[in-house]
């Protein structure tokens, strides 16, 4: 009983914490959800050109604050595909302030946050650069049936429906039609009567209400593991002195959607028991709560967030078997 009041003690306290960050972001959010004013969504579509790199920036500060906001703006089609994996792979949660208070460890710190911003920024444009081919060899592959008896070019059809899709599909909504489509899919009507509508204090409240009932019952789930195991401590017995099994298993860590992966994944390479690429790769695969805000909010997508969830593994083990290779750890 005692185990399990801690770890329900504990669980309130780390959620608690966490309010106030959640809150202010999700305020932020509501008001641009909410303000039809053209020129934010000029804002919004210049900055998604930089996104990975303003993504990966975000990223790399303490706590996982930003991955869960960049969850939420991914669900409104705010960011792109790329901006939010660049988030992911930047994000180190608790292993920063951790690593600042051994000043041994200094070095190694301004080190992996070097990787993991250039990493999460070149991954970014790539996946943008991808899905934007993508798109544009399925709507040529499509043009002859859009050309018909309108008139227009094929080339026009084709870079009107870009236009189309980039606004659209990757949050840039200006047209009544994409808001409409956008608000019946996430279930925000912003155009009908009821109080959180109209009120971006009481939308954002009720966001990060949702968003902490599912913080406190992950943290709560982790808590009870921890106690009932006698903590991480046994998994330390899995790791081995093969650089390539601790690169797969710090990253199947580092997908745990709470702080304490992040710590421990730390607190095994202070202790000598990891090596840095299998650091760097557990720290990539640690998104924090945003992969739960992704799963929550974006939840009529379940299968894309599966895949952006294995892509981020894959991304992260691909990382450190990169780093493995090059001699500056």
């Not at 992911?88 to 600042?100: H, K, N, Q, V, Y």
């Not at 710190?109 to 991954?123: P, R, S, T």
Request: charge should be negative; include cysteine; aromatic fraction near 10%.
């Amino acid at each position: 009983m005692d185990i399990f009041l801690d770890g329900l003690w504990d669980a309130v306290k780390d959620t608690l914490l966490v309010i106030p960050i959640l809150y202010l972001a999700y305020l932020l959010v509501s008001y641009f959800s909410h303000n039809n004013n053209e020129k934010y969504s000029k804002i919004l579509h210049k900055c998604n050109k930089a996104g990975p790199i303003i993504g990966s920036l975000l990223g790399c500060i303490p706590q996982c604050g930003f991955s869960s906001v960049m969850s939420q703006l991914y669900s409104k089609r705010v960011i792109t595909l790329g901006t939010l994996v660049a988030v992911f792979l930047a994000t180190s949660d608790e292993a920063i302030p951790i690593m600042l208070s051994e000043p041994a460890f200094i070095p190694d710190l301004l080190l992996l946050l070097a990787i993991k911003i250039v990493y999460g920024i070149i991954i970014g444009y790539i996946i943008d650069g991808c899905v934007s081919l993508f798109t544009k060899r399925k709507l040529k592959s499509v043009k002859t049936a859009k050309t018909g008896d309108s008139g227009q070019t094929s080339k026009d059809l084709i870079d009107k429906e870009l236009e189309h899709i980039d606004y659209c599909g990757c949050g840039h909504s200006h047209s009544h039609s994409c808001n409409h489509a956008s608000e019946e899919e996430h279930g925000h009507d912003h155009n009908h009567g009821h109080c959180c509508a109209t009120n971006i204090f009481l939308d954002a409240l009720q966001h990060t209400a949702i968003i902490i009932a599912y913080v406190f019952i992950a943290t709560l789930i982790i808590n009870l593991i921890n106690g009932y195991c006698g903590g991480l401590g046994p998994l330390e017995s899995m790791f081995t002195d093969n650089v390539y099994v601790q690169i797969v298993l710090a990253s199947l860590i580092g997908l745990i959607p709470n702080c304490a992966a992040s710590v421990f994944v730390v607190e095994l390479y202070m202790s000598g028991v990891l090596y840095f690429p299998a650091l760097l790769a557990g720290l990539c695969a640690g998104a924090g709560v945003g992969l739960i805000v992704l799963f929550t909010t974006n939840y009529k997508k379940t299968g894309m967030n599966i895949l952006i969830t294995l892509l981020l593994y894959m991304l992260a083990v691909l990382a450190g078997i990169i780093i493995n290779f090059i001699p500056i750890w």
